[in-house]
């Protein structure tokens, strides 16, 4: 998979606040790249500087091979955390303008504005003002100003604010169509379970560093733990317990006890599974037996605790 943008060691200081430490990251064409991080991280400040709003101190990001400059605008569709649209204006007049901002002729912005209307169900929306409008309704005219020029590179921060479940999905099945028509997209949230959903290579910056990034998959195999979720009927479930635990660690946290059914997650250390499932036998009928794989949360979690 080629890169479309490279960030290379980026450095952002506010007065003796150091917002960016050295950050570098490769996101590739094509991908859905989920940029996590607790609040205070970074991640605002290195979208801001993608997007050319402030500049980096030093490093450099490139695009496509070149160095980020001013006509790059124009291949950048940017989704802000904090919505801004201006209230008074009507709907329609205001995304006019914010497409021939982009480089869009009116006609061109006009047929664009009418496909996106009609796929999102909004056509009745156009005479509208902003201000008429629920934080819903002026969320999905935001996410169709930032699409509508057909941008290289989409930026999603927390896309998925101000929407019920219902728009979160539809908002959420056209990133996956906008993607499967060869746009790049940058996904910034808090909500883990959209990463899982949606991105296929994550990174994550805590406290102005990066310290993970890669394929989501091989994210999650570099922090499995050599746990098993396990599911096991017994007559002695004493004397099993006792056997497990000779050889084994058992997650406190994550038993259950129905009657002679088990259920448990086990960490095996060092020991592979087959001596696991070697005790396991000998005591009882195993109806479940799963290694255990890290969530996108179990992550986040561990790696921000840890610094």
């Not at 050319?52 to 955390?81: A, R």
Request: proline letters at 4%; one cysteine or more.
């Amino acid at each position: 998979m080629s890169t479309l943008l490279e960030v290379n060691k980026v450095v952002k200081q506010y007065g003796d606040y150091v917002a960016l430490n050295e950050v570098s990251l490769t996101v590739p064409k094509g991908s859905i790249y989920g940029l996590l991080g607790p609040n205070g991280a970074g991640k605002t400040s290195l979208i801001r500087i993608i997007n050319q709003i402030t500049l980096p101190d030093s490093g450099e990001i490139i695009l496509e091979g070149e160095k980020l400059q001013p006509k790059h605008v124009q291949y950048i569709g940017y989704l802000p955390e904090e919505r801004g649209l201006y209230t008074s204006m009507k709907v329609g007049e205001q995304c006019l303008y914010l497409a021939q901002m982009k480089g869009l002729s009116k006609a061109e912005a006009k047929k664009q504005l009418e496909y996106w209307f009609d796929r999102l169900g909004i056509q009745g929306w156009w005479n509208k003002k902003i201000q008429e409008l629920s934080k819903g309704m002026a969320q999905k005219i935001q996410f169709v100003v930032c699409v509508l020029h057909k941008p290289k590179l989409l930026i999603f921060d927390e896309p998925f604010s101000g929407f019920d479940p219902v728009n979160a999905n539809v908002i959420k099945d056209e990133i996956l169509a906008l993607r499967e028509d060869g746009a790049t997209i940058i996904f910034s949230t808090h909500r883990m379970e959209s990463v899982e959903e949606l991105c296929d290579h994550i990174a994550l910056i805590h406290k102005s560093n990066k310290l993970i990034e890669g394929k989501l998959d091989d994210v999650k195999r570099q922090f499995k733990s050599n746990s098993f979720e396990v599911g096991i009927v017994s007559d002695n479930v004493e004397k099993l317990m006792y056997d497990i635990t000779q050889k084994f660690t058992v997650s406190p946290a994550n038993f259950k006890s129905l009657g002679k059914e088990l259920k448990l997650e086990i960490q095996l250390g060092n020991a592979m599974p087959n001596e696991l499932l070697q005790v396991l036998t000998q005591r009882g009928q195993v109806t479940h037996f799963v290694e255990k794989i890290p969530s996108v949360n179990d992550i986040f979690i561990q790696t921000v605790s840890e610094k």
